[in-house]
């Protein structure tokens, strides 16, 4: 294999692992361990990652309070011909996580920025979870006080697709209260908890079965966790006023078989029951 050499004037964005050290990549290592200096979330919690390799490497630190103010002085640096890495505690720069201003601006004026990727909770949990990925939502955070959390989860009633969410589990049994409030005891929730570390949990059940079991296990309440939500059923039955309006117009133009056929492709509903509606309709 060929020695790995860093680019100069060039910001590599790299993931680190969200708990288990052995996740790190090849190539992470390799870029902090070449880069000029590496840009921190939090210097010191970089430093025992980079102790744990045995890195020497001058860091700074990039969270969200500092990110504008620096952005001069790192595209300076990175014209000098300098090389950075952009690390956070755990797991992939800006996603939910500093990094999205000094990316945009570096963009902006063609500086080149390399990924390195790796470990992402969201990602790691979906992997696991059971739960469709061909579509999904990352929706970050969710808000620690009940009546924004509610409104959050308002807004998503009618969404389809798979949600994933970050969560303290701390607040796990009031987030899984008002999911049963606001989506309904049914819904299928998995909790991924504590990723890749000692106590790692991944459970699938009910919003209202979450409930019972978050009451019973104060355990569950401690550490990191991802929640994923399963999008809302759409009952292959229902006929919704759209589709009642589409169909209308289809008659009008085509005959019955055909019209059901067009509206239940565009609907992802059963032909035979919008053929059974249709003919109720004359
Ligand atoms: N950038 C990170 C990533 O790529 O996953 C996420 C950073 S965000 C500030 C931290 C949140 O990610 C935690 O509150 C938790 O919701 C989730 N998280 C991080 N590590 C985790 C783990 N090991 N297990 C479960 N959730 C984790």
Known sequence: MTEFQVAPSTLYVVSTPIGNLADITQRALDVLAGVDLIACEDTRHTQKLLTA??????????????????QEQISDWLKE??????????????????????????????????????????????????????????????????????SVLRALENESRTMVFYDAPRRAIDTVKDIV??????????????LTKTFETIRTDSAAGFVTWLSKDANQLKGEMVLIIEGKRIDPNAISP??????????EELPPKKACAVAAKIYGVKKNTLYDFALSLK
Not at 53 to 70: C, G, P, V, W, Y
Not at 182 to 193: E, K, S, T, Y
């Open 53 to 70: 390799f045995s890195i020497k490497a001058k860091t700074f630190s990039l969270h969200d309070h500092n990110e504008r103010q620096r």
């Open 81 to 150: 011909g300098k090389s950075i890495a952009l690390v956070s505690d755990a797991g992939t720069p800006l996603i939910s996580d500093p990094g999205f201003h000094i990316v945009k601006f570096l963009k902006q004026n063609d500086l080149a920025v390399v990924p390195v990727p790796g470990a992402c909770a969201a990602i790691t949990a979906l992997s696991v979870a059971g739960l469709p990925t061909d579509r999904f939502a990352f929706e970050g955070f969710l808000p620690s006080k009940s009546g924004a959390r509610q």
């Open 181 to 194: 409030e606001v989506l309904g005891a049914d819904r299928q929730i998995v909790i991924a908890r504590e």
């Open 242 to 251: 759209e589709i009642v309006n589409t169909l209308k117009i289809l008659l």
